[in-house]
């Protein structure tokens, strides 16, 4: 019999198959090579191998990535993962030299190295995606930048604002996201190779130049938590299960706002589905499913904090189950951004039932309270008067700007004619010009924000 190194059996199949990670790693071929070509650069310059071995060890990793972007790669699940496979491959294709690219190496900062990579080109990716989403939301808001609209508070009437008040409302959440992903970077942005299986190795590779070479800002500090830590992967997971989280808070407002109750807007046939049942059913599928999804984004956070906790410190397999959690969330944001920013500039928006909404005058209560403060009442009386006169009115059912004068003089002698101007939505936003508050100009200024803010930024910034 022959032996394979320490063992004198091979593994049995189903603890192959349950072991292999290369039906789902293989995902990470690309990153895997760059990283090999990076390494060997290394070795070579270490004197560790020729230059004639690096140049072959080079040329066969780039065939390999050829061969497996035109699928004629042929994964073999007994080499267990994607470095396995690879590696394997590349002997086969240059011989001796293949079999030197391992040197100061292990597969556990192999894989972290990957996945570092991985993560950091999916945030670039994430990024760019959220940025069109602001885009298709700044083009929304832009084009219905008049329409009134009452801002709601426990899905209840509350005080008017602007359609494109909401639209830039939602710019900002998603830039918090893209800030926060830039802060995940900064935390990714470090290459573990060298740490070896958790102690470094007694070969010395130059490890500042192949941070430099594969483009990382820094180089990990200490083997054993450079071969230890996920946090970057929980942390990604994290920034885009509150990605999932903005987008089905949109989705929400977006679906009760398309139901024939509010008939605010409807959703391009494009985007919507019809019932097998209903003939008259059209139904906003995409932004129930965006909403639905967001449930396993939080699963897979759930799943990958969970998979950490307690794990003896360095490596241990357990982390090979980061994978799925990862590529799943990445997978669903990317999609759900997509079919956002795609299906967003094509509502069609109702502006005559936004207005009409917005012209209830209880949503100025508030002003007509305000108006009192400003003659000299304290804010607590005022908002007690006006609610009184609101319950009258309602009672009457007479609307709240057309109680009579003599009947407001009877809640506070300081109600006088000038009341009537409080009941006008328009200058009723005018007036709210602080910082942040939705006056026409101050919408108007923050267009033009975030019109530069989304051109000029690098999309990979
Ligand atoms: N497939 C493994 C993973 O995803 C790669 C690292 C394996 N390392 C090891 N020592 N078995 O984590």
Redesign the pocket.
Same mark, same amino acid.
């Given at each position: 019999m022959v032996r394979k190194g320490r063992f004198n059996k091979p593994a049995a199949e189903i603890a192959q198959r349950y072991g292999e @990670?290369v039906s789902f &790693?293989w995902r990470l071929y690309r990153y895997d090579v760059t990283g090999s070509i990076a390494h060997a650069a290394a070795l070579a310059r270490a004197g560790i191998i020729t230059a004639e071995d690096r140049r072959k060890i080079e040329n066969g990793l780039r065939a390999i990535e050829k061969e497996i972007v035109s699928g004629k790669f042929e994964w073999d699940p007994s080499l267990? &993962?994607?470095?396995m496979n690879i590696e394997a491959a590349l002997t086969n294709r240059i011989g001796a030299a293949g079999a030197n690219l391992h040197t100061a190496r @292990?597969?556990?900062d192999?894989?972290a190295l990957d996945l570092r990579l991985y993560v950091k080109a999916e945030i670039a990716e994430v990024l760019s995606r959220l940025r069109h989403l602001q885009r298709a939301l700044l083009g929304l808001a832009e084009k219905h930048v008049d329409v009134l609209m009452p801002g709601y508070t426990h899905l209840q009437r509350a005080q008017p604002v602007t359609f494109s008040h909401y639209l830039l409302a939602q710019i900002e959440t998603f830039q918090r996201d893209a800030s926060r992903l830039r802060d995940c970077l900064a935390r990714t942005d470090v290459l573990p190779l060298g740490s070896g299986?958790l102690a470094g190795s007694t070969i010395l590779l130059d490890r500042e130049c192949i941070a430099r070479d594969l483009g990382f800002s820094r180089v990990s500090q200490n083997s054993i938590d450079a071969v230890s830590d996920r946090d970057f992967v929980c942390e990604f997971i994290f920034c885009l299960a509150t990605i999932g989280l903005h987008l089905s808070r949109l989705s929400e407002d977006l679906i009760i706002w398309s139901t024939s109750e509010f008939g605010f807007l409807e959703f391009s046939d494009a985007f919507s589905t019809g019932s097998s049942l209903m003939p008259q059913k059209k139904n906003p599928d995409m932004a129930e499913l965006t909403r639905g999804k967001t449930g396993r984004l939080y699963g897979n956070l759930m799943a990958i904090m969970t998979t950490m906790k307690g794990l003896a410190s360095s490596?241990n397999?357990d982390?090979?189950e &980061?994978?799925h959690a990862l590529f799943d969330s990445v997978d669903t944001v990317r999609s759900a951004l997509e079919v956002f920013a795609a299906m967003l500039p094509e509502l069609k928006i109702y502006h005559e039932r936004m207005q009409a909404a917005a012209s209830d005058p209880n949503l100025l209560a508030t002003d007509l309270a305000e108006y009192l403060v400003k003659k000299g009442t304290p804010f607590r009386k005022a908002h007690a008067i006006v609610g009184n006169i609101v319950a009258q009115s309602a009672a009457n059912q007479i609307p709240l700007n057309q109680v009579p004068l003599a009947e407001l003089k009877k809640f506070s002698p300081l109600l006088d004619r000038e009341v009537a101007k409080i009941f006008n939505v328009s200058s009723a936003l005018a007036k709210r010009t602080a910082t942040g508050a939705p006056s026409p100009k101050n919408i108007a200024a923050q267009i033009k924000r975030w019109h530069s803010n989304l051109e000029l930024t690098d999309e990979s910034a």
């Amino acid at each position: 019999m022959v032996r394979k190194g320490r063992f004198n059996k091979p593994a049995a199949e189903i603890a192959q198959r349950y072991g292999e @990670s290369v039906s789902f &790693d293989w995902r990470l071929y690309r990153y895997d090579v760059t990283g090999s070509i990076a390494h060997a650069a290394a070795l070579a310059r270490a004197g560790i191998i020729t230059a004639e071995d690096r140049r072959k060890i080079e040329n066969g990793l780039r065939a390999i990535e050829k061969e497996i972007v035109s699928g004629k790669f042929e994964w073999d699940p007994s080499l267990e &993962d994607v470095h396995m496979n690879i590696e394997a491959a590349l002997t086969n294709r240059i011989g001796a030299a293949g079999a030197n690219l391992h040197t100061a190496r @292990s597969r556990n900062d192999q894989i972290a190295l990957d996945l570092r990579l991985y993560v950091k080109a999916e945030i670039a990716e994430v990024l760019s995606r959220l940025r069109h989403l602001q885009r298709a939301l700044l083009g929304l808001a832009e084009k219905h930048v008049d329409v009134l609209m009452p801002g709601y508070t426990h899905l209840q009437r509350a005080q008017p604002v602007t359609f494109s008040h909401y639209l830039l409302a939602q710019i900002e959440t998603f830039q918090r996201d893209a800030s926060r992903l830039r802060d995940c970077l900064a935390r990714t942005d470090v290459l573990p190779l060298g740490s070896g299986a958790l102690a470094g190795s007694t070969i010395l590779l130059d490890r500042e130049c192949i941070a430099r070479d594969l483009g990382f800002s820094r180089v990990s500090q200490n083997s054993i938590d450079a071969v230890s830590d996920r946090d970057f992967v929980c942390e990604f997971i994290f920034c885009l299960a509150t990605i999932g989280l903005h987008l089905s808070r949109l989705s929400e407002d977006l679906i009760i706002w398309s139901t024939s109750e509010f008939g605010f807007l409807e959703f391009s046939d494009a985007f919507s589905t019809g019932s097998s049942l209903m003939p008259q059913k059209k139904n906003p599928d995409m932004a129930e499913l965006t909403r639905g999804k967001t449930g396993r984004l939080y699963g897979n956070l759930m799943a990958i904090m969970t998979t950490m906790k307690g794990l003896a410190s360095s490596y241990n397999r357990d982390m090979q189950e &980061d994978k799925h959690a990862l590529f799943d969330s990445v997978d669903t944001v990317r999609s759900a951004l997509e079919v956002f920013a795609a299906m967003l500039p094509e509502l069609k928006i109702y502006h005559e039932r936004m207005q009409a909404a917005a012209s209830d005058p209880n949503l100025l209560a508030t002003d007509l309270a305000e108006y009192l403060v400003k003659k000299g009442t304290p804010f607590r009386k005022a908002h007690a008067i006006v609610g009184n006169i609101v319950a009258q009115s309602a009672a009457n059912q007479i609307p709240l700007n057309q109680v009579p004068l003599a009947e407001l003089k009877k809640f506070s002698p300081l109600l006088d004619r000038e009341v009537a101007k409080i009941f006008n939505v328009s200058s009723a936003l005018a007036k709210r010009t602080a910082t942040g508050a939705p006056s026409p100009k101050n919408i108007a200024a923050q267009i033009k924000r975030w019109h530069s803010n989304l051109e000029l930024t690098d999309e990979s910034a």
